[in-house]
């Protein structure tokens, strides 16, 4: 089974989850788009769902697909999110961000009853920080707010570069929030609880790719198949 294999197959037992009539966040990535496509034979097929997109990229494929869109204001309640990740950690805690949607993906999955994470095997890991964690801040001030994650990840023992995202032309890379987002190469994060919460303290970061608390389960594809992983308590 290769990598697009085991997107599919994730995103297929996560359709197992979606019930007619249910209020479905829609999240960003490869791995959400096989949902996507998936989600979208079954609404031909008669499933009603009304789906609230955490990216513009989202949003564009629901549309061409024919998936029925509403904002998070018309449905600020949402009975489920399916997304990916780009981390998966034994309680299910997540990096998240990659495609650069996680303010988005953040408050969809918030407002959600319950978030699926639906991922292959290589994203699980014992300790988050492998991938560089996302943290999106506001342009205003970046440079000031940059010191500040710096002087927060030395109080936290962390250290690594801190690579403001670019696109492929070299332009600065822009959030559909119009945001931009400093990659944070920590390596392996000990306390991710604690970085997820001084984060949030300074003013200029918006959020950040840390998911703590929000995935009540995990689809995880691998060669053999697909596997339920519950948060480790
Ligand atoms: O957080 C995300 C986008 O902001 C994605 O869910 C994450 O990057 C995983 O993407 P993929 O399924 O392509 O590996």
Do not use: W
């Amino acid at each position: 089974m290769d990598a697009r294999e085991m997107k599919i197959k994730a995103a297929a037992e996560a359709l197992t989850h979606v019930e007619d009539g249910m209020r479905l966040g829609i999240g960003t990535g490869s791995t959400a788009e096989e949902f996507v496509r998936l989600l979208a034979e079954r609404v031909a097929g008669g499933l009603k769902v009304e789906g609230v997109p955490t990216s513009e990229r989202t949003a564009r494929l629901c549309l061409e697909l024919g998936v029925q869109l509403r904002s998070l204001d018309e449905l600020p309640q949402l009975d489920l999110t399916i997304d990916g990740a780009d981390e998966i950690d034994p309680q299910l805690r997540l990096i998240k961000g990659g495609g650069g949607a996680l303010l988005r993906e953040k408050i969809v999955a918030a407002a959600s009853n319950r978030m699926i994470v639906i991922a292959d095997e290589t994203k699980i890991v014992d300790t988050l920080g492998a991938f560089p964690l996302p943290i999106e801040i506001n342009p205003f001030g970046q440079v000031s707010t940059r010191i500040a994650v710096e002087a927060l990840a030395s109080r936290l023992g962390l250290s690594g570069a801190l690579d403001l995202r670019k696109r492929s032309d070299d332009s600065l890379y822009m959030t559909d929030g119009g945001h931009l987002i400093l990659d944070a190469s920590f390596g392996r994060i000990p306390d991710a609880d604690a970085l997820a919460e001084q984060l949030n303290a300074i003013p200029g970061v918006v959020e950040h790719g840390l998911f703590i608390n929000l995935a009540s389960l995990a689809i995880i594809a691998g060669p053999a198949g697909a596997r339920v992983m519950e948060p480790k308590i």
